[in-house]
C-alpha cells in the first residue's frame, strides 16, 4: 500500500504492509520492532528511549534557537508547522467520525523518528519536517485493501462522507484564519484611514523659511480644516492651496487632543522651488506652496468581542477574495511572463518586489523571523495569510491537491446512477497528478531560488 502524500507540501510515498498500522503487536513492541531489544532496537520508533531522544532533540534546537536569539522565528515555524498537523488532524477526524479505516497520522516524511499506536492508528513524527499527511485506507482504485477493509475504505463510503473528508483540511485552515482574524482584530486592532492630513516632514523651501514651520505646525499634526473647509483627504488639502495661491490659509489642525487655529502664508512654488519636488516653470499663475510632506492618517482601532465577529468575517472576505484575484494573475500568461523575468533577472528589484510571488520554505522562515521582530499583531497576520492562502490553494481542482480529490468525488457522484457504485480509473489521471506534482516541484525551486537571489523586502515594516 502507498502512504496518502501530505495535502499541504507533496512528498515521498512509502511503503507500509497492512500489519504495520493496527494495534496487533504484542506489548513491548512497536511497528518497526521490539521496542526494549538490545543495541539500535532500544531506540526503535515505538520506544521510551525514542520518545527520549527526540524530546531531547527538540529542547536542545530551543536552547540554540534561544542562544542565538531567534526563538521567536522559531516559535512561529513551529506555529506554521501545528496549522498543517491541524489541516491533516481535520482529515482523520471527519475520516473517522465516517467510519472510514485511518492508518497513520505523520508530522514529516522519511525515517520514522518515534510513533504510537492508538486503537487501527499510529502517530509518529518521520526525520524530515517538511509537511504531514494522514493515511486513509483505499483513496483510490489502484490500493489493494484486505477484504475485511474494503468496506471502511474511502472509496467505499458515501459521497457526502468523500466530500467532507476532502474539504476538511481547507475547512480546518479557513475556521483558523476566521479566529485568528478576531483575535487580531480585538486584541491588536486594525489600522483605519482616518479624515484630514497628517503631517509628516518639512522639506525645504529655497530662499525663505518652511512656511508650515513658520505657522505653527509640527510633526503628526492632523490638518483637518483649511480656507473654512473641511479636510477630508491629503487631495482636498491640495485642491485648498492650489485654489488660494500664495493668500494666507487659516488651518485647522489637531495636535494631539487638542485642536488648533493657524494661519499659514504660502510662497510662489515657481519662484521658491520645493526640495525633493518637480520643478514648476517660472511663468504662470502662483502655485501656492506651504512646506510639508504629508499622508493620509490612520488609527489603530479595536474591535468588540461581538463586533469582532463580523469584522473578522468581512476581513476573511476581502482577504479571500485578494488571494483568488492574486493566483489568478499568478498563473495567467501575463502572470507567467513576469515571473520568468524575475527568474531570469530582467526586471528592477523595485518592480519584482511590487509583483505576487509564491513564498518557498526559505522565504517563509525568512517571514516567520521578520513577523516575529514585529510583534504579536504581524504573527498574527501572517499566520491569517498562510491559512487563507494554503486553504485556497489545496482547492484547486488538480490531485494530488485536495481540489482535485474534490473534482473526483464529484464526477463519481455524478457517474453514479441507478444503484451503480461508479469508481474514477485513478490509473487514467496519473499522468495529470505526475504533471502537477512536478509543476508544484518547479515552482518550489524557482521560488527558492528568488527566495535566496531576490529576497522581497519585510512587508512588516
Not at 491640495?238 to 502664508?265: M, N, W, Y
Request: charged letters at 15%; hydrophobic letters at 45%.
Amino acid at each position: 500500500m502507498s502512504t496518502q502524500p501530505s495535502r499541504d507540501q507533496p512528498g515521498p510515498r512509502s511503503s507500509a504492509g497492512p500489519d504495520s498500522t493496527t494495534s496487533a503487536e504484542p506489548p513491548g513492541t512497536s511497528p518497526d520492532g521490539p521496542a526494549d531489544s538490545a543495541g539500535t532496537q532500544a531506540f526503535a520508533p515505538g520506544s521510551r528511549a525514542a520518545l527520549a531522544r527526540l524530546v531531547l532533540v527538540v529542547a536542545a534546537g530551543l536552547v540554540l534557537a534561544g542562544a542565538f536569539h531567534v526563538l521567536g522565528a522559531v516559535g512561529v515555524i513551529l506555529a506554521i508547522v501545528a496549522l498543517i498537523m491541524l489541516h491533516e488532524l481535520g482529515h482523520l477526524l471527519v475520516a473517522k467520525w465516517s467510519g472510514m479505516k485511518v492508518t497513520e497520522y505523520y508530522l514529516g516524511f522519511g525515517p520514522r523518528l518515534w510513533s504510537i499506536t492508538r486503537g487501527e492508528t499510529t502517530y509518529g513524527v518521520k526525520a524530515i519536517p517538511a509537511g504531514g499527511y494522514v493515511r486513509i485506507l483505499g483513496m483510490s482504485n489502484l490500493e489493494e485493501v484486505a477484504p475485511e477493509d474494503e468496506a471502511r475504505t474511502f472509496r467505499q463510503s458515501t459521497f457526502p462522507r468523500k466530500l467532507g473528508v476532502a474539504v476538511a483540511g481547507s475547512t480546518v485552515h479557513f475556521l483558523l484564519a476566521l479566529v485568528l482574524l478576531w483575535g487580531l482584530v480585538v486584541f491588536y486592532g486594525q489600522a483605519s484611514l482616518q479624515p484630514g492630513a497628517e503631517v509628516v516632514g518639512f522639506p525645504k523651501v529655497a530662499g525663505v523659511a518652511n512656511p508650515a514651520e513658520a505657522a505653527g505646525l509640527r510633526l503628526g499634526d492632523v490638518i483637518v480644516g483649511a480656507g473654512g473647509a473641511r479636510i477630508g483627504n491629503i487631495a482636498q488639502l491640495g485642491d485648498v492651496l492650489a485654489k488660494d495661491g500664495t493668500r494666507p490659509v487659516s488651518l485647522e489642525v489637531r495636535q494631539g487632543t487638542h485642536l488648533e487655529h493657524l494661519v499659514v502664508h504660502p510662497v510662489n512654488g515657481r519662484v521658491h522651488h520645493l526640495e525633493g519636488a518637480p520643478a514648476l516653470a517660472p511663468e504662470g499663475p502662483p502655485v501656492g506652496v506651504i512646506g510639508v510632506l504629508i499622508q493620509s492618517p490612520v488609527a489603530v482601532v479595536r474591535s468588540s468581542p461581538l463586533g469582532g465577529v463580523a469584522t473578522a468575517a468581512q476581513g476573511f472576505g476581502t482577504t479571500l477574495v485578494r488571494n483568488v484575484e492574486a493566483l489568478g494573475n499568478l498563473f495567467s500568461p501575463h502572470g507567467i511572463s513576469l515571473y520568468l523575468g524575475q527568474l531570469e533577472g530582467k526586471q528592477p528589484a523595485s518592480a519584482a518586489a511590487s509583483q505576487v510571488r509564491l513564498e518557498s520554505p526559505i522565504g517563509v522562515a525568512r517571514l516567520a523571523s521578520q513577523a516575529a521582530q514585529g510583534g504579536g499583531a504581524d504573527v498574527l497576520d501572517l499566520l491569517i495569510s498562510i491559512n487563507i492562502f494554503v486553504g485556497l490553494f489545496n482547492m484547486v481542482p488538480l490531485l494530488p491537491l485536495d481540489g482535485g480529490r474534490v473534482a473526483v468525488v464529484v464526477y463519481e457522484r455524478l457517474r453514479s446512477f441507478r444503484g451503480r457504485h461508479y469508481l474514477a480509473d485513478d490509473e487514467k489521471l496519473l499522468p495529470l497528478t505526475y504533471v502537477v506534482f512536478l509543476l508544484i516541484l518547479v515552482l518550489g525551486i524557482s521560488a527558492a531560488y528568488l527566495d535566496i537571489v531576490h529576497p522581497l523586502p519585510n512587508p512588516f515594516r
